[in-house]
């Protein structure tokens, strides 16, 4: 079973691909992330983790959930990392997982997607061209991930050093502290109040008062309220005004 949590859609694209290709099932796990329903899951073929990478790692919230998740059947599993093409330590991470859940790790793959950090000034969108571009290139590098899965082999992700994790390891919760604020978030009066903002965050993060989208402390900056609202009334301070908001769907048909 092919197991995901995609923001803007970029690894949903993944999960579906590698489960049409491998004759498998792809399920969202954003329902069960949200209400920690960590009850069992289980799969006679190996199990597929597709993720997004925040920060050089895998998101606080997915590993939290993995660990705490029943994974029940088979005992390998893959997992398949789409980024803006640098993944960090995450298979490592992936890797001392599997080992402290008994799970036989099978690798993990990089597929490199199109940036979708519409918040983040250091990292923004790319233009329309290069979208496009990274799209078929990552078509390509998703079919080629689902054949070795289909064949049982092993996914190889590029060799992670060890100063990398040493690093990335206890610069990832500073960052976290001090960048992956709500404070910037507001909502133009263009909202009509449908609630899905709320309804795509992992975290639970946004309360609908009075027909308005209002933000608690918990945020992973994954940018699925803003780049989902269908009227485009979210902004994030000055950064993401005039931006346009990113959305796999918008690209990749
Ligand atoms: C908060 C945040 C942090 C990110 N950090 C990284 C990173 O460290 N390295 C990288 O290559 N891409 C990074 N990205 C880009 C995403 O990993 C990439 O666009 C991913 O494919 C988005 O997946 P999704 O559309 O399924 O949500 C980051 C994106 C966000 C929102
Ligand atoms: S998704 Fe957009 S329109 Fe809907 S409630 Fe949230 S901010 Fe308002
Ligand atoms: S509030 Fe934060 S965690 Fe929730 S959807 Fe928005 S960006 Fe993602």
């Known amino acids: ?3 995901y949590f995609s923001a803007t859609g970029n690894t949903e694209f993944a999960a579906k691909e590698i489960a049409r290709i491998t004759d498998d099932t792809a399920l969202n796990l954003l329902q069960k992330i949200r209400t920690a329903d960590y009850s069992e899951i289980r799969s006679e073929k190996p199990f597929v983790i597709c993720t997004p990478i925040y920060v050089c790692e895998i998101p606080y919230f997915m590993s939290r959930f993995l660990k705490r998740v029943e994974l029940a059947g088979s005992r390998e599993v893959y997992f398949v990392f789409t980024s803006g093409g640098y993944s960090g330590c ?3 991470l992936a890797k001392g997982l599997c080992k402290k859940k008994g799970l036989i790790y099978k690798g993990s793959a990089d597929i490199i997607m199109p940036r979708n950090y519409i918040a983040s000034d250091m ?7 290069t979208i496009h571009q990274r799209i078929e290139s990552a078509k390509q590098q998703t079919e080629q991930t689902a054949s070795v899965i289909k064949e049982g082999g ?3 992700s590029r060799h992670v050093f060890l100063f ?3 690093i990335i390891l206890p610069f990832v919760p500073l960052w976290i502290k001090l960048k992956l604020t709500t404070k910037a978030f507001y ?7 449908c609630g899905k903002c709320a309804k795509v965050c992992p975290l639970n993060n946004i309360d609908i008062v009075e027909k308005k989208p209002v933000w608690g402390k918990k945020c992973t900056h994954c940018m699925a309220c803003i780049c989902n609202c ?3 009334s979210i902004e ?3 950064i993401t005004v005039g931006k346009e908001r990113y959305l796999f769907k918008k690209y990749g048909g």
């Open 154 to 156: 092993i996914l190889k």
């Open 187 to 193: 909502v133009k009066d263009s909202c009509i109040g």
């Open 236 to 238: 994030y301070g000055k």
């Open 1 to 3: 079973m092919v197991l």
């Open 230 to 232: 269908p009227k485009d």
């Open 123 to 129: 990292y923004p969108i790319q233009d329309s061209e």
């Open 164 to 166: 990398e994790t040493l």
């Open 90 to 92: 995450a298979s490592v």
